[in-house]
């Protein structure tokens, strides 16, 4: 029995992205079958990952209907449904979560000693909350509130539980603050920007040799043009029933033509120490002159 690769990230941060990834590395094509559009299906990316919110993992600790269940029934049990996502594979089983690194009603939301290492994925909260308004369904301001939440989470629906997000700048803390070899940390903006040394990374922490034209392969099978391609043809199951679209725009940098002065302003008001961490603060040269304190 294996423990479990967490795959980690605040919503909307790239993590589907770095699962599609991960398939179509780990799924090499059939014989014949080498054309740029037989990837992994977005829909059918249970196949070598899970996630710890998925109610089916909870349901032999609670015979109750999921929507009976309480956020203190979910803390309790997820204990046991971490234990049977590693008792389901021989190997390390990869798993998704948004959950933040914290304590719900006094249990801890992910158990360090099921845990084999994580990969966390971290997006600019700049651009992270448009994504998040339109996920949500709420304008941007509402979002900036709900991002900087520190009782933020995802609501159960029957097929997934209540999950733990807290604020932005939290979530991130808790997962990176305490450098590990265990815990490989990456940006979004490098996902795109530097596609081959981030996701090379990512292959060499899990311990894949890949030949180049595999790793170029899931690269590109992986793209957003690709993965937004599938959900435009297909739909896709993930997609929130507020959202418009789940692969939206696969763009960094869009928040300087969307967000007003005063929203730039609030976003780092709340969060540019963790901000400051990655990257994304000082705000860049172009960005200058567009409002934000300290520009």
């Known amino acids: 029995m294996g423990k479990i690769l967490w795959l980690a990230s605040y919503p909307k941060s790239g993590n589907t992205w770095l699962r599609a990834f991960i398939h179509n590395l780990m799924r090499p094509p059939k014989s014949g079958q080498t054309e740029a559009g037989k990837g992994v299906d977005i829909n059918d990316m249970n196949v070598l990952t899970t996630g710890d919110s998925l109610a089916h993992w909870y349901r032999h600790l609670d015979p109750r209907p999921p929507l009976a269940w309480s956020r203190e029934d979910v803390a309790k049990m997820r204990r046991g449904a971490q234990l049977a996502m590693v008792a389901s594979k021989p190997e390390t089983v990869i798993v998704k979560t948004h959950n933040a690194l914290l304590e719900a009603r006094g249990y801890p939301t992910i158990h360090m000693d099921l845990t084999a290492g994580a990969i966390y994925v971290v997006r600019n909260p700049l651009d992270l909350v448009i994504s998040l308004a339109d996920h949500y369904g709420v304008d941007i301001d509402k979002a900036i509130e709900v991002m900087s939440d520190p009782a933020n989470g995802g609501l ?40 081959l040394h981030t996701f090379g990374g990512i292959a060499r922490f899990m311990g894949l040799k890949v030949p180049r034209e595999r790793l170029d392969r899931a690269i590109e099978l992986s793209s957003f043009k690709n993965l937004r391609q599938q959900e435009d043809a297909k739909g896709f199951q993930e997609k929130s029933l507020k959202g418009s679209k789940f692969f939206r725009v696969g763009k960094a940098g869009q928040w300087r033509d969307t967000l007003t002065s005063a929203q730039i302003d609030r976003v780092v008001e709340l969060h540019q120490e963790q901000m400051a961490r990655f990257g994304y603060w000082p705000l860049d040269a172009a960005a200058k002159g567009i409002g934000a304190k300290g520009a």
């Open 156 to 195: 159960s629906d029957g097929n997934i539980v209540f999950e733990i997000h807290s604020s932005w700048s939290t979530h991130v803390k808790s997962w990176t603050h305490t450098p590990h070899p265990g815990l490989l940390v990456v940006r979004y903006e490098d996902m795109l920007a530097k596609p």
